[in-house]
Nanobody
Framework: QVQLAQSGGGTVHPGGSLSLSCEAS????????AAWYRQTPGNTREVVAR???????NYSDAVKGRFAASRNRAKNAIYLQMNSLKPEDTAVYYC?????????????WGQGTQVTVSS
């Protein structure tokens, strides 16, 4: 089992920046993919950024050029730097990792962090 602890987030004015962190409760020795999702009330959770096992990062069109995801394998952590924030970025953000062992994978989620962009 892996617990993911998120930190960061908060409230910022449009155009501002925030960062999110997500740290695993233990060392992860297997390959794993990582992702950041966000969810607004009444909507399904949508992916914001994905990090492959080869550290290839893909972003949704909504955040491309403004958000930067990264991973620190030594710290078993992933991060999301959010710049030029817009009111439509307001959501609860979740980190997710998928640990891969052979043909099996196990998915873990952070507890969620509120990001509010408001003037």
């Amino acid at each position: 089992q892996v617990q993911l602890a998120q930190s960061g987030g908060g409230t910022v004015h449009p155009g501002g920046s925030l960062s999110l962190s997500c740290e695993a409760s233990r060392n992860i020795y297997d390959d794993y993919t990582a992702a950041w999702y966000r969810q607004t009330p009444g909507n399904t959770r949508e992916v914001v950024a994905r990090i492959s096992t080869y550290d290839i990062i893909n972003y949704s069109d909504a955040v491309k050029g403004r958000f930067a995801a990264s991973r620190n394998r030594a710290k078993n952590a992933i991060y999301l730097q959010m710049n030029s924030l817009k009111p439509e970025d307001t959501a609860v953000y979740y980190c997710q990792i998928k640990v891969i062992r052979g043909l099996e994978s196990n998915e873990y989620w952070g507890q969620g962090t509120q990001v509010t962009v408001s003037s």
